[in-house]
């Protein structure tokens, strides 16, 4: 397919989007998506996959594409898999350029109930993902925290932004930079499960990471696709 042929097909597959859901999006694998996509049309995906999923959409938005953004998914691919092995209870899913991280209580990521402090248990397992972190300091970390629905809408918000802070300030007291850090708080406006029952309330209590490739990663990446 040449360049004006794919270029596009992203814009009419940012198009089609936006007039119809996420859903044809969140179907395809992240090769399809981040070489459909690329870089011009990542951020309007991003953005309006972000109203369903922040964390998804943080990394379709920083889709670069091309040559350099299989360079950086390489490099993600590696980190990704360094991450499954630390935390074996976690969801790990590779995403166009970028890797989500979901901790609920299956990884034993927990909070004490109705409160924003992290358990001991937590802190040990977080402790095992801080130096592949440190490994790889070229890319940025958005904390996304979760709740379930018990309670109101205006309590909950805060204290998902309370505990996705709580486990930034762990990562930082650790040694990881906190300028790579952000957090969000989303409350109970993204769950993955049913809250009508209580083993989906538990899956809906989460922490998930968004993590992408920095700007230094970036250029790395763009001048080893010139070079080749």
Do not use: W
Request: charged residues 25%; neutral net charge; aromatic residues 4%.
């Amino acid at each position: 397919m040449n360049k004006v042929n794919m270029g596009l097909l992203s814009l009419l597959l940012v198009v089609a989007f936006v007039f119809q859901s996420c859903e044809a999006i969140q179907n395809t694998n992240r090769a399809q998506r981040g070489g459909v996509i690329g870089a011009a049309g990542g951020a309007a995906v991003g953005a309006a996959i972000s109203k369903n999923n922040r964390a998804l959409g943080a990394i379709v938005g920083g889709v670069v594409g091309g040559a350099a953004g299989a360079i950086i998914g390489n490099k993600m691919d590696k980190q990704a898999e360094k991450i499954d092995q630390a935390l074996p209870g976690a969801e790990v899913v590779r995403s166009e350029e970028g890797i989500q991280v979901i901790l609920d209580e299956k990884s034993a990521v927990r909070f004490e109930y109705n409160k924003s402090s992290l358990t001991a248990e937590a802190q040990t397992n977080l402790d095992r993902v801080v130096n592949v972190f440190k490994e790889y300091p070229d890319t940025d970390i958005l904390i996304v925290g979760h709740t379930d629905n018990v309670g109101s809408a205006a309590y909950n918000r805060p204290l998902s932004q309370q505990r996705a802070k709580a486990v930034r300030d762990y990562l930082v007291s650790k040694g990881v930079n906190s300028n790579r850090i952000r957090v969000e708080g989303v409350g109970f406006s993204e769950p993955r499960y049913s809250n009508d029952t209580a083993d989906g309330r538990a899956g809906n209590r989460r922490v998930e990471f968004a993590i992408t490739a920095n700007e230094k990663m970036i250029q790395d990446a763009e001048r080893e696709a010139q070079g080749q």
